[in-house]
Nanobody, 122 residues
Framework: QVHLVESGGGLVQAGGSLRLSCAAS????????MGWFRQAPGKERQFVAA??????SLSDSVKGRFTISRDNAKNTVYLQMNSLKPEDTAVYYC?????????????????WGQGTQVTVSS
């Protein structure tokens, strides 16, 4: 059974940094796309970043501030978030999909973590 477990969320002041981690178990995702999404209260789930091998994709709203990386030996993907803004406040979800490279559509992802809260204060 596949599990994705996020960690690293918390409360940070605007301009600060956080690093989220997502550890996968039950399957090796080395050849697959792993991504990050976020959902703020009352809003739809939004694509943040995705990565497969060395190819990656970032949403325009986080380019230049967020970085996605992965350690395939640990079956883990990371989201380094710098220069955080209050509008980055959301629950952040890790997700994985097979066969679709760096897709931005939530419906294309078959596996999801439980989410981790990120709150950025002004």
């Amino acid at each position: 059974q596949v599990h994705l477990v996020e960690s690293g969320g918390g409360l940070v002041q605007a301009g600060g940094s956080l690093r989220l981690s997502c550890a996968a178990s039950g399957r090796t995702f080395t050849r697959d796309t792993m991504g990050w999404f976020r959902q703020a209260p009352g809003k739809e789930r939004q694509f943040v970043a995705a990565m497969r091998w060395s190819d990656f994709s970032l949403s325009d709203s986080v380019k230049g501030r967020f970085t996605i990386s992965r350690d395939n030996a640990k079956n883990t993907v990371y989201l380094q978030m710098n220069s955080l803004k209050p509008e980055d406040t959301a629950v952040y979800y890790c997700a994985a999909t097979f066969g679709l490279v760096n897709t931005r559509r939530p419906g294309d992802y078959g596996y999801w973590g439980q989410g981790t809260q990120v709150t950025v204060s002004s």
